[in-house]
């Protein structure tokens, strides 16, 4: 397991940051939830005038031996399709990202298909999907470095170009089932309130993904293995290697919906002080995304009903973020408007 130096975000600045909200020509405390993003933001940065620039997004692909269990209602070639889709610019994130004026990589981790000679698409891939972990690890501990390392990188090459807010979206079927069962695990939420619909699962379905994943967790519990890498999808790993890193350089990361939320828990899990630099975003209609979004104490900033993946809630959240920093930055204060402070 490779190592991060993520610390939790030093307050010494909260009275100066506190001060300079207060002071801003509206009534104490009446700009709400803005106002408590504006200070996380600046803790994140230690500075009193935070910026956002050069926002990224990692749309990290990915495919899951478990899918094979039919646990999905959507075949495994979506996920190819719908990453050749991506680099068309024809997808929801597409859209949101040109929107917002995020950077988007489209990045194949591990997709059961061959995109090598597709423009557009970073490859990064380290298998053609991972095993089933119905029977056995989904992939190995070498796998899982890689997978870490990968997000690790592409962070880096955000940074590089001066990013410093970053949010991850994901493209892999059937990852709902592994973002289940580590809500399962390290939230110690019941398995049965971790399972959902999916992408449309109907009630029978729904039964047959719990009594799959059931078997998974009991064969897990009766080994001696590690969660992250015995259920963990290639793209998920990813995700919680490009967190950490984001956390390590002091970015702001924006979390989306119930994959990139069960990824923050799993990064949490194993560096707790990741959460002083998350902002969550959004909760989703995918049963349980609510409790593991309580479990780990994170108030999403919408409610949107979405459950497409990609990091779309993130991206539509993004400017409540911006009116944050933008309130922060250019709000005048009582003394320079020459209105009465009356508080």
């Not at 307050?11 to 002071?23: C, G, P, T």
């Not at 940065?45 to 692909?61: F, I, K, V």
Request: glycine share 10%; net charge negative.
């Amino acid at each position: 397991m490779l190592g991060f130096n993520i610390q939790p975000t030093d307050k010494s600045l909260r009275e100066a940051i506190q001060h300079k909200i207060d002071n801003l020509n509206k009534p104490k405390g009446s700009l709400g939830r803005l106002e408590e993003i504006a200070m996380q933001i600046c803790l994140i940065q230690q500075t009193l005038e935070p910026s956002l620039q050069h926002p990224c997004h990692l749309l990290l692909g990915g495919d899951h031996g478990i899918e094979h269990e039919g646990v999905s209602v959507s075949p495994r070639e979506v996920t190819w399709q719908q990453m050749i889709n991506f680099t068309r610019g024809g997808g929801g994130v597409n859209m949101f990202c040109r929107q917002h004026g995020f950077k988007l990589r489209i990045v194949d981790v591990g997709v059961d298909y061959d995109l090598s000679d597709i423009d557009g698409i970073i490859h990064r891939k380290i298998a053609r999907g991972t095993r089933n972990f119905l029977y056995e690890p989904a992939m190995s501990e070498a796998e899982y470095d890689q997978a870490i390392q990968t997000g690790c990188d592409l962070v880096d090459d955000c940074i590089a170009e001066g990013c410093k807010v970053i949010c991850i979206g994901e493209m892999g079927i059937a990852n709902t089932s592994p973002s289940s069962i580590w809500m399962h695990l390290f939230g110690n939420i019941p398995l049965k309130d971790c399972i959902g619909a999916g992408a449309g699962l109907d009630t029978p379905g729904i039964r047959h993904k719990y009594e799959v994943l059931s078997k998974a967790v009991e064969r897990f519990k009766a080994g001696n293995y590690e969660p992250l890498a015995y259920f963990g999808g290639f793209e998920m790993t990813a995700a919680i290697g490009a967190m950490l890193k984001a956390a390590e350089k002091h970015l702001v990361i924006l979390v989306d919906g119930f994959i990139m939320t069960a990824c923050a828990l799993a990064a949490i899990q194993l560096y707790p002080a990741a959460k002083d630099y998350m902002v969550f975003t959004h909760c989703g209609d995918e049963s349980g995304h609510k409790l593991m979004l309580d479990a780990i104490g994170a108030k999403p900033l919408l409610h949107l009903g979405l459950r497409l993946g990609e990091g779309t809630g993130a991206l539509c959240a993004f400017p409540i973020v911006d009116s944050a920093v933008r309130m922060i930055n250019e709000m005048n204060n009582f003394d320079n408007a020459n209105i009465t402070k009356y508080f």
